[in-house]
């Protein structure tokens, strides 16, 4: 079947697709460059593995999430896989790629590198919205508000090139604020223009695989790095016993029905749910370098803030998924019950205790506390989901 050359963005509707729409070919290659981008933000951390680092972390994790959800929310809703779709899609994974490239010395060095490819990311995301505008008549009340808000955040960036730091920083989270709060205000202009929430889910669920992924990517670097026996063997399996019992928390049990609040215009609820995935996931990128951590520790033990804050990593990442947990049952669904929020809330308080004792526990010990506190809580879904009747 033959395509014209040039295409229009078009509205695509939930109801109107020809069965479940799927991540395209072209979706999954460009969430490639993100694990490049992940990549760097864990090798930065890991070279800082600290409560400073970790913040570090959160400041440069938060812009590439951010341009990761803009591609992502555009792409559900006027993706046409025609030819200029493609190429602006490989135009933006040039982009990441070199905000990759800029992250090692991004609050430094290469601040103003980092700045540019983030500027030029959100750019060509304005042009596609305001292209979709002008072909889309029913969905400029969206993409004209989207572009104005979107739009006021670049002004800050642009003007973070010309002045010092902290300022520039500041300039930077100034804008983020307003980026993050443009969706919030979107209101009834997204009901009349939804997104494709199952299809959306599916992407956010892919992300999330990129970053679990890294973390068994530090397992394996953690281990290649010392003796092969028996307790590094057993250390590995534990650490990779984290990531399995956190792939099975989350897609075993997370219910994404707070997010078709959207489709009532209630953008707290959806919203919530959806920003919730930024602390999980810069948590979960942190507990693979923890993890990495304390498989090192078995040959030299991690310095007690190292211990600590590898604890206090899984706990957060078990506290969002709580929180989550409750964003559900707070709408009426069943799926999600209240139970799970206490199991996540048990788990991260018992993990929570460990960090207080770090200081005198080794390494091992804590990742073994640290893997049971995970696998039990599959224990406890299984028995809440296949033994326990449905709620």
Known sequence: MTKAIFQPPR????????????????????????????????HNLHEDYSIVGLAKLAVLFIPVWWCWIGATFYDTRFDNDGLVDRLITLVQMAIVAMMA????????????????????????????????????????GLTNWYSLGFSSSIVLWLISLFIPTPWRFLCWGVGLVIDFATPLTAGKKVVQVPPDLSH????????????LGESIVAVVGGVSGIEWNLSSIIVALLGLSITFSFWWMYFDTIDNSPLY????GKMNIALTWLYSHLPLTIGLTATGVGVEKMIHGLAHDPVNMEKTLFCL???????????????????????CTRILSFYRLGGAAFIIVIATSANLLSSLTIIILVAFASIIQVVFDIFNTYVEPNN
């Open 261 to 264: 609040a959207m489709k009532q």
């Open 200 to 211: 959306t889910t599916e992407r956010i669920g892919l992300f999330t695989i990129i970053v």
């Open 313 to 335: 990593s899984v706990a957060l990442c078990m506290l969002i998924l709580a929180g989550i947990h409750w964003t559900s049952c707070n709408i009426g669904q069943t799926k």
């Open 11 to 42: 509205l695509r509707r939930e109801e109107l697709e020809e069965g479940e729409r799927r991540a395209t070919w072209l979706e999954l290659f460009f969430d490639l460059v993100f694990v490049v981008a992940i990549a760097q933000l864990a």
């Open 101 to 140: 490239a800029n992250i090692h010395h991004a609050l430094d060095s290469s601040a103003i590198g980092f700045a540019l490819s983030y500027i030029a990311f959100r750019s060509v995301l304005i042009c596609q919205y305001l292209h979709a505008g002008y072909h889309v008549p029913e969905a400029r």
